[in-house]
C-alpha cells in the first residue's frame, strides 16, 4: 500500500498570539487577537481593559521558553513546525515605513534555533493577527488599504526568512471570515444580511488579491517557493442528514462555501456558481478586471488545511459556527468531544478525496487535533487515551487517503503543546502533546511535561507510519499509555 513518502513533513502548529504572550514587549503593537477577552468567537473588546485578564496577553510564554520548547518538539523527531509571524511585532500599527527590528531579531533567531533542531518552519503570515490599528482606522480587510500594508509586511518577511524556508502560506483559514469576521478579516459585520455578505465577500476578495500580488512577489525573492492558502475545511466535510434531495443540494451549498476559496485561489478564478450568490443577495462588490488578471496568473502551490470535525446538514435549519468551522445537527454514527465537536476520522479521507479531485494540488494538514481535558495523576503523569485515540485513527485516516491517490506532503498537528484556546480563550481545552501548568484563571508555574501522547506520536514519525499500517489503534495504545514510564521505545 501506498503510504507516507520518504520527506513527509511530520510536525506540529502553534500560532504567536497564542502562545508567545509578551503581548507588548520590546516594541510590538496591539493585534486584534490582544482585545479579545474571552477568545475571538465572543468577539473584541472596544479597547484593551485596564483591570480585565486577558489569556493570551502573557499566553505559554513561548516569547522566551522557545528554546526548551523547541527542543521538546525535536524530541518527537518532528522535521517541521509551523508558526505564525505576529504581524504587529514587525510592523505594530501596520503603516510604519521600516519594521521593528527587535521583532525581526525575535523570530531570526527562533528559527535558526529550529533550524539547527532539524526542524522545516512553515510559516504563516497573518494568523489572526492583524494590527489593530488596521481594523479601527479602515475596517480591516474590507479595505483595499490593507493590501499594499500586507505586501510590505510580506516582502521584509521574504527578504528577511526567505533564506530559512520555502513553505509559507498567507492567511489561517481566509474562509473562516464567515463564522469569525473579526479574527480572519479585521472586519466587524453591520447591517443587514445582505450588507454582511457584501462585507465578506469584499474582504475576501481584497486578500485574494493581497495572496496573489504575495505569490508574485515571492516567485521572485524565494528560490523554488511553496506558497499555500489555508482554509477551514469543515464546511467542506459536510455530510447531508438524510438523502432527501433539499438536503443533498443544501449541503452542496455549504460546501461551496468553501469551494469557492479554493476555486479562486487555486484555479485562478470566481466559479460560474457565485454569480447567483451575487445576484440573490445584491452584493455590489469592488472587483477590477486587473485583479482578476492576477488572481489568474498567480496561483498558489499548495492547499493547506484544519480539520477537526465534519459537519451534518438538513434543509433550512440554522447553522451556527466556531473555531472548528460549521456545526449543523449531531451525527448520531459520531462520538462528540467535551467541546461538542464531532470525531470523525474517516470524514478526514472524505475530504482529503474531494480536495485532490478537484485541484489535483500538493496538500498539507496544517492543524488537526483534540482539544480535551487533561487529568494529571498523583504521579504527575497525564495518560491522554482520547488524544491517542484521534491521532492514530487520523493518521490511519491520511494513510487511507495517500492509498488512494491523494498527494498529501505534510502533517502538523495542532497543537502539539497546550496554547491559550483561539475560541474561547481557555487553558482548560488542551490539545498538547506537551503539558503546560497553566490554568484558566492564570495560575501555574508554566512548567512542561510529556504526556502519554507525546510518545505515541514519536514513535509514528520515527516509523515515517508504518507503525499504523502494523498495529490497529488499540495496540498502539496500550502500548504508550505507560509510556511516560519507559525508557526506550515500546514498539
Ligand atoms: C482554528 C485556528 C487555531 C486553533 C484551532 C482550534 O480555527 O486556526 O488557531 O485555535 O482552530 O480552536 P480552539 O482553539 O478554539 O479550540
Known sequence: MKTFRDDFLWGGAIAANQTEGAWDTDGKGPNI????????ISGPDETIKPTAYYPSHDAIDFYHRYPDDLKLMSGMGFNAFRLSISWARIFPTGEELEPNESGLKYYDDMLQQMIRLGMKPIITISHYETPLNLAKKYGGWESKQLIPLYLRYAKVLFDRFGKYTK?????????????????????????????????????????????????????????????????TMSNAAAYPATPKPEDV??????????????????????????????????????ITDE???????????????????TTTFASGMKILGDTGGLTGIKNPYLPT????????????????????DRYEKPMMIVENGLGVIDEVDEDGHIHDEERMRYLADHLKAVQEAIADGCDVIGYTWWAPIDVISAGTGEMKKRYGFIYVDKQNDGSGSLNRSLKDSYFLYKSIIKSNGE??????????????????DVETDPL
Open 167 to 231: 513553505y509559507w502560506m498567507t492567511f489561517n483559514e481566509i474562509n473562516g471570515i464567515h463564522l469569525i469576521p473579526w479574527a480572519a478579516g479585521a472586519i466587524t459585520l453591520t447591517g443587514s444580511e445582505d450588507h454582511q455578505l457584501n462585507q465578506i465577500y469584499q474582504a475576501s476578495h481584497n486578500m485574494f488579491v493581497a495572496t496573489a500580488k504575495t505569490i508574485q512577489m515571492a516567485r521572485e525573492i524565494i528560490p523554488d517557493e511553496q506558497i499555500g492558502i489555508m482554509l
Open 291 to 309: 485583479e482578476l488578471d492576477l488572481i489568474s496568473r498567480y496561483t498558489a502551490d499548495y492547499l493547506a488545511f484544519s480539520y477537526y470535525r
Open 33 to 40: 487577537a490582544d482585545v479579545c477577552e474571552n477568545g475571538i
Open 337 to 356: 468531544s467535551a467541546w461538542g465537536w464531532q470525531i470523525d476520522p474517516a470524514g478526514l479521507r472524505y475530504v482529503l478525496n474531494i480536495l485532490s
Open 249 to 286: 443540494f443544501q449541503t452542496l451549498e455549504y460546501q461551496r462555501r468553501t469551494f469557492l476559496y479554493g476555486d479562486v485561489e487555486l484555479r485562478g478564478h470566481y466559479p460560474a456558481y457565485f454569480n447567483r450568490i451575487v445576484e440573490e443577495h445584491h452584493l455590489s462588490l469592488d
Open 467 to 484: 507503525n499504523l499500517l502494523r498495529y490497529t489503534t488499540d495496540e498502539l495504545v496500550a502500548k504508550y499509555l505507560t509510556a511516560n
